[in-house]
């Protein structure tokens, strides 16, 4: 059987609340929350890598590829900090709602709708991003390697996922959706959650080297997302292009 990315029951399960992406009190509000510490992170980490100097545009002139960009949360800011911005997804209702946000704001971001093993991209990118995506895709190794195909030598992909652990399944499932109702119910599953050495192994098998990788937590005293050593839950790495 030929392999592929897309999981329809996950399209469908964001196709259906693709008009709240820019509500930051809707279903969407966690991403909102989190969206913050993401985009340091991806921008402190390109700065540092290509060598920078821009203060005003601090990505500028570079090539990014937003992979399951959903409604644009993190392609708008990449595109204010100066960067060439592609943002793909296969959901039409999130695209058609990227598109509508990014012209309403004045940005010149190019929205596809389509996956990795089926866009047709005429260039390689300096920066790929796949952030809390993964978990979400039918063949993971298949995604990695359809994503890297698209990336320069020496370029960056950032992944963001959950780890498969049982603290992770009390906290993003339990937790977050049947308690304390930050998701709908069904936003994540479980079994489709990915060790950090797993992701290694993904990423060795499609020509990525890990340069670092963090954990994610929620700090509920000062009601924010902080980066730590703790990846126990929430997770984001750091590859290189060999």
Known sequence: MKS???NK???NKFSQMASEWWDPEG???PLHKFNPIRIRYIKDNTIKHFGIKSKTK???NLNILDLGCGGGLLSEPMSRMGANVTGIDPSEKNIKVAKLHAKKNNLKINYICSSPEKVNLKKKYDVILNMEVIEHVEDINFFIKKSSE???KNGLMFVATL???LKSYIFAIIGAEYVLRWLPIGTHDWEKFVKPSELVEFGKNNSLRLER???INFNPIF???KITKDKSVNYIAKFSKN
């Open 223 to 225: 009601n924010e997302w």
């Open 9 to 11: 029951e996950e399209i």
């Open 150 to 152: 698209f990336l320069k």
């Open 4 to 6: 592929k990315t897309i």
């Open 27 to 29: 279903k969407f509000a």
């Open 163 to 165: 780890n498969k652990t």
């Open 58 to 60: 601090p990505l500028i």
């Open 213 to 215: 990788m963090d954990g």
